[in-house]
Nanobody
Framework: QAQLTESGGGSVQAGGSLSLSCAAS????????LAWFRQAPGKEREGIAT???????TYADSVKGRFHISRDNAKNTLYLQMNSLKPEDTAIYYC?????????????????WGQGTQVTVSS
């Protein structure tokens, strides 16, 4: 059974940076497409960045130019570098994994999920 564990969340002032990590325990990690989602209080979970098996990435408009997704298959780890953070980036951040080539922001396309890590950005 696959397991994903996020880390690196915390509190930061607007304009600051945070780096999230997602360590995976799964067979064949390189064959999975990966993504970061987030969920703010009272809102639906939204996809913000994906990276597929070929390391091709996509971003939601809300984070494009500020966030960067990357993966290290040798370490079974997914990363999210977040710069120029805004109060509206406050949410619980989740990593997710899907088998094959997936570049969508559709929650049901991803089979495995981490437990989430809180990111709070103050103004």
């Amino acid at each position: 059974q696959a397991q994903l564990t996020e880390s690196g969340g915390g509190s930061v002032q607007a304009g600051g940076s945070l780096s999230l990590s997602c360590a995976a325990s799964m067979y064949g990690y390189s064959r999975y497409s990966l993504a970061w989602f987030r969920q703010a209080p009272g809102k639906e979970r939204e996809g913000i960045a994906t990276i597929d098996r070929d390391h091709q990435s996509t971003y939601a408009d809300s984070v494009k130019g500020r966030f960067h997704i990357s993966r290290d298959n040798a370490k079974n780890t997914l990363y999210l570098q977040m710069n120029s953070l805004k109060p509206e980036d406050t949410a619980i951040y989740y990593c997710a994994a899907a088998i094959g080539w997936v570049r969508t922001f559709i929650v049901n396309d991803y089979r495995f999920w981490g437990q989430g890590t809180q990111v709070t950005v103050s103004s």
